[in-house]
C-alpha cells in the first residue's frame, strides 16, 4: 500500500484555494491588456505553493529545490559576471501558464454522456473509434478522458496492456495541437513569437499521422489485426463542447488579436463551464459545483504549481546566465537539422525520467542566443511533450495508470519504444515540411 502523503490544514488549503483562483483570474485579465500586471498573479502562485508546500510528497520537494536551486546558481553565477539580471521573470514567467492549467481544470466538471448499456464494440473499426475518441475528448478535458475510457473498456474496470496503450497513444499525440493541454501553453510560454494558430494547424496534421501509426502499431503487434480489441462506443453528442471551445479560442485570436494566447483559452474555458453547468446544474447546484471546485480541486494542483513555480526560477537562471556570457553551443544557427536533434535530445531525456516542462525551459533558455523561428521551435516542444512522456515510465499519465490500475509504468513505456520511434521519424519529416514553408534552412550550421 503506498505511503500516505502529507496533508495540510483546511485553513491552508482554503486559503490557497483563494489565491489560485485570484491567480487565474488575474493571469487571464493581464493577458488581455486590460488588468492588472501579471506579477500581481504571480505573487499569489507563490502565496498558494507556500501554503501548499506541506502537502507535496518528498519527490516533488526534492524536484522542486533541486530546480530553484539551480536556478539560484545560475543567477549567483551571472551577477558574479557582472551582469544585472532581472528577477521580475520569478513572478511572470510561467504566471500566465499556470493561469491557464488553473482555468482548464474547471472543465472536469462538464459532464461526459453516458456511453450506454449496450455491449462494447470490438475488431478493428473499434480500435480506430477508440483512438479518435480519447484524443478529441481528451484534448478538452485532460486525462479524465483517459480515465472515463479505461475504466468503461476494461474488464472488471481495468484495461488490457494494448488499451492502455492505444489510450496513452492518443492521448498524448492531443499535445501536438489542443490549445488546453499544457504542452501548448509551455511551448507558447517557452517560445515567444509562436503563432498559436499556426503551431495548432500545423500540430494536428501531425497528430493524424501519430493516430494512425499508433493505430498501424496496435493492429501489427495483436498479431490478428485487432480482431479482439475491445473498444469505446463513442456518441456524436460528446463532441458538443470541444466544438464550441474550438470555435471560441479561434474566433477569440481572430477578434481581440491583441490578447495573449493564454488568456483567449483561459478565458473561453471558464465561459464555456460556466454556462453549461448552470444550465445544467441550476443556478444553486451549479454554483456549489463551481465554489467546490475552487475549494478542493484547485489545491490539488500543488504539485503542477511548485514544479512550474521552481521551473520559473531555473529558466530565468539559464536566461541570466546566458545574457551574461553564454553557455557553449554545437551550432550557430536553428534550422530544421538543429531543430531535429534537439527534438531527440528532449525526448531521450523523457524517456530517462526527467519531466518535459525542465528538458523546454533548458532548451529555451540555452537556445535563445540563436533567434530560433518562434514556431518551429514550439512545433518542437509539442512534439518533445507528445512522443517523449509516451517513451517515459515518470510521466504522469503512466505513474496515474500504475496508480490507478496496477499496470506497471515501465512495461507501459517499453510497450511504447517501436511507437515512439516512428513518431520520431515522423516529426522530422514534418519539420523539414514546416521548416520550408516558414523559411528556415534544412542543412545544419555548425559553430
Known amino acids: 500500500m503506498p505511503p500516505e502523503l502529507p496533508t495540510t490544514s483546511p485553513r491552508r488549503r482554503t486559503l490557497a484555494a483563494v489565491l489560485l483562483f485570484a491567480m487565474t483570474v488575474l493571469a487571464a485579465l493581464a493577458g488581455t491588456g486590460h488588468g492588472p500586471p501579471v506579477w500581481t498573479a504571480g505573487l499569489a502562485a507563490w502565496g498558494a505553493a507556500a501554503l501548499l508546500w506541506p502537502q507535496l510528497a518528498r519527490a516533488q520537494k526534492r524536484q522542486a529545490l533541486l530546480l530553484a536551486g539551480a536556478g539560484v546558481v545560475a543567477f549567483g553565477v551571472a551577477l558574479g559576471r557582472g551582469g544585472s539580471p532581472s528577477l521580475l521573470g520569478l513572478l511572470t514567467q510561467n504566471t500566465a501558464l499556470l493561469g491557464m492549467l488553473a482555468a482548464v481544470s474547471f472543465l472536469r466538471l462538464l459532464r461526459t454522456p453516458e456511453a450506454g448499456s449496450a455491449g462494447l464494440p470490438r475488431g478493428r473499426g473499434a480500435l480506430w473509434r477508440t483512438l479518435g475518441a480519447v484524443h478529441v475528448l481528451g484534448a478538452v478535458i485532460n486525462l479524465s478522458a483517459v480515465f472515463i475510457m479505461a475504466d468503461r473498456i476494461g474488464a472488471d474496470g481495468k484495461p488490457r496492456q494494448d488499451q492502455a496503450a492505444v489510450l496513452v497513444r492518443a492521448f498524448l499525440a492531443a499535445a501536438l495541437w489542443s490549445p488546453f493541454f499544457a504542452a501548448t501553453a509551455v511551448a507558447l510560454t517557452y517560445a515567444p513569437g509562436a503563432s498559436p494558430l499556426g503551431l495548432a494547424a500545423s500540430g494536428m496534421a501531425l497528430a493524424v499521422v501519430l493516430l494512425w501509426l499508433a493505430g498501424r502499431d496496435t493492429e501489427r503487434s495483436s498479431g490478428n489485426r ?178 490507478r490500475y496496477g499496470l506497471s509504468a515501465a512495461q507501459l513505456a517499453r510497450a511504447n519504444v517501436r511507437y515512439c520511434l516512428q513518431a520520431y521519424a515522423a516529426a522530422v519529416v514534418w519539420l523539414a515540411v514546416i521548416g520550408s514553408v516558414l523559411g528556415v534552412r534544412l542543412l545544419p550550421a555548425w559553430s
Open 226 to 403: 485487432a480482431a479482439d480489441f475491445v473498444g469505446y462506443p463513442m456518441q456524436a453528442s460528446a463532441l458538443k463542447v470541444p466544438a464550441v471551445l474550438a470555435v471560441l479560442v479561434a474566433a477569440g485570436h481572430w477578434v481581440v488579436p491583441e490578447w495573449a494566447a493564454l488568456a483567449v483559452i483561459s478565458l473561453a474555458a471558464l465561459a464555456v463551464v460556466c454556462v453549461v453547468v448552470l444550465v445544467q446544474q441550476g443556478a444553486r447546484a451549479g454554483g456549489h459545483a463551481l465554489y467546490g471546485h475552487v475549494r478542493d480541486r484547485l489545491p490539488g494542483m500543488s504539485g503542477e504549481l511548485v514544479l512550474f513555480l521552481s521551473a520559473a526560477v531555473f529558466a530565468s537562471g539559464l536566461r541570466a546566465l546566458m545574457d551574461s556570457g553564454g553557455l557553449w553551443l554545437p551550432f550557430s544557427a536553428f534550422g530544421v537539422t538543429e531543430a531535429a536533434l534537439a527534438l531527440a535530445a528532449m525526448i531521450l531525456l523523457a524517456a530517462l525520467g526527467i519531466h518535459a516542462v525542465i528538458t523546454i525551459a533548458m532548451a529555451s533558455a540555452w537556445l535563445a542566443p540563436l533567434q530560433p523561428e518562434p514556431t518551429l521551435l514550439a512545433l518542437v516542444f509539442v512534439q518533445s511533450w507528445a512522443i517523449g512522456l509516451a517513451a517515459g515510465p515518470m510521466s504522469g499519465i503512466h505513474l496515474a495508470l500504475q496508480g
